[in-house]
């Protein structure tokens, strides 16, 4: 049987720029490189029921969660408006 290292050293958490919490469903995602500060991802959320995917900001083993935190309130209105419908470009993006 292979045994899984569980290094949480090179682990990511997510904050979904949707409902502004940390994301489950992302939690501990380990990376093999670090990905640049302010890197946003797309990832399935419980806020959604994983109905369908949200912007995510990574928050990184090095990033401080609660500066990350206020970091994405500040940009969520370039991704999603007031009712939390997806932006596109700066527009409401329309689904189908």
Same mark, same amino acid.
């Given at each position: 049987?292979?045994?899984?290292? *569980? ?73 999603? *408006? ?15």
């Amino acid at each position: 049987m292979c045994k899984r290292h *569980d290094n949480t050293d090179r682990s990511s958490e997510f904050i979904c720029l949707r409902c502004l919490k940390k994301n489950q469903v992302g939690d501990k995602m380990r990376r093999a490189n670090m990905r640049e500060k302010d890197h946003v991802k797309n990832l399935c959320c419980l806020c959604t029921k994983l109905q369908m995917r949200t912007k995510n900001l990574e928050v990184r083993r090095c990033d401080d969660f609660d500066e990350r935190m206020e970091y994405a309130k500040k940009i969520k209105s370039k991704y999603y *408006d007031e009712n939390n419908k997806l932006l596109l470009n700066g527009k409401q993006r329309i689904c189908m």
